[in-house]
Nanobody, 125 residues
Framework: EVQLVESGGGLVQAGGSLRLSCAVS????????IGWFRQAPGKEREAVSC??????????YYADSVKGRFTISSDNAKNTMYLEMNNMKPEDTAVYYC????????????????WGQGTQVTVSS
């Protein structure tokens, strides 16, 4: 059974940092692309950052709004994915979800099969 469990959300002041974690089970990073999405109130869910390091594709995607501030990474030994968020802005406030799919482009499109339950991130001004 595939499971993704996010943690690390919370309240932070503008300019501050948070690190989100996503513990996964039921698949490996060798055969699935993984990524982070967010959904703010009244807005559509958007891809924040995605990572693929499978046997057939290796690539990293960042939304323009987070380039230079957010970093995605994974620890294969711990089956955990991370999102390091620095210099945070009030517009980063959203529920953050981790997701996984066999193909990076399917993941980025938001049509992934596997999703976590989400963790709230709030950035105060």
């Amino acid at each position: 059974e595939v499971q993704l469990v996010e943690s690390g959300g919370g309240l932070v002041q503008a300019g501050g940092s948070l690190r989100l974690s996503c513990a996964v089970s039921g698949f490996t990073f060798n055969d699935h692309a993984i990524g982070w999405f967010r959904q703010a109130p009244g807005k559509e869910r958007e891809a924040v950052s995605c990572l693929s390091n499978t046997g057939y594709e290796a690539s990293i995607y960042y939304a323009d709004s987070v380039k230079g501030r957010f970093t995605i990474s994974s620890d294969n030994a711990k089956n955990t994915m991370y999102l390091e968020m620095n210099n945070m802005k009030p517009e980063d406030t959203a529920v953050y979800y981790c997701a996984a799919d066999g193909r990076l482009q399917t993941l980025i499109s938001g049509e992934s099969e596997y999703w976590g339950q989400g963790t709230q991130v709030t950035v105060s001004s």
